[in-house]
């Protein structure tokens, strides 16, 4: 068994390759390298210079420490929507490879983690919050959104909010949701697709958001999603 180890600066995962049936590796990389081109390019690299020479193949098994894949900022307006939901994000996602941060007041402090490497996990309201510090140039456009019974509580429409991000969107509807939230859904669907916003996709969900076992099919399709828009 080999083990390269990188630089800091690039990763802090080993690269570990082992021969199979003399002629076989499993190479184990830092996925969020995977997800930007130099990442991409230097695995590709590290492949060609050190593996073919032997005449071995590789696959790429992605790591799934938290904070590998990338970073969830969970946005509230200091109280939770679904605090159910909340809860079991910070539990679950982390499994999944996501590093989650609990973002309750978006105080300075917190809005300097908006930097555009994380992904907005908005509950209700908390989109006109963040809507508010965008148009003040305050925080960074995000990497993606999803959104969980979002609305506006100033009565404007969430349309305009989706479609203004060139980020991949994932909308959350239920029957639990905010009036405001139920109101415009089709309109929505409508204007993302009149826009050719084709990394918008709108889902129900039918389970209440209380329920556990409901929670973690949620968890999963989100997981599932992200990992397919930020590859």
């Known amino acids: 068994m080999v083990i390269l180890k990188l630089p800091l600066a690039l990763t802090s ?9 003399k002629g076989s590796d499993i190479f184990l ?5 995977l997800l930007i081109p130099q990442g991409a390019m230097l695995i590709r690299l590290l492949l060609l210079l050190c593996l073919s020479p032997l005449s071995w193949a590789a696959t790429v098994y992605p790591s799934n420490e938290p904070g590998t894949l990338g970073e969830v900022a969970a946005i509230s307006r200091g109280v939770q929507t679904y605090p159910t939901l909340t809860e ?3 539990q679950k996602l982390p499994d999944y490879g996501w590093q989650v941060l609990d973002l309750s007041t978006l105080n300075e402090e917190e809005q300097q983690m908006l930097n555009g490497d994380s992904i907005w996990f908005l509950q209700g309201d908390s989109v006109t919050q963040v809507k508010d510090l ?25 349309a305009e909010f989706i479609t203004q991000f060139s980020c991949p969107v994932l909308e ?9 939230a139920r109101a415009d859904r089709l309109l929505r669907r409508q204007q993302a697709k009149r826009a050719n916003k084709n990394n918008y996709r709108q889902v129900k969900h039918y389970l209440s958001y209380q329920s556990r076992s409901g929670n973690e099919q949620l968890l999963q399709l989100i997981h599932g999603w992200l990992t397919r828009e930020l590859r």
Not at 134 to 158: C, T, V
Not at 172 to 179: N, Q
């Open 13 to 21: 995962t080993l690269f570990v390759y082992r021969p199979f049936d």
């Open 29 to 33: 990389p830092c996925r969020r390298l």
């Open 88 to 90: 079991q994000l910070q």
């Open 134 to 158: 965008l148009e003040q140039d305050r925080i960074s456009m995000p990497k993606a959104i999803i959104l969980i019974g979002g609305y506006q509580r100033n009565g404007q429409s969430l």
């Open 172 to 180: 959350v509807v239920s029957d639990w949701d905010h009036p405001l």
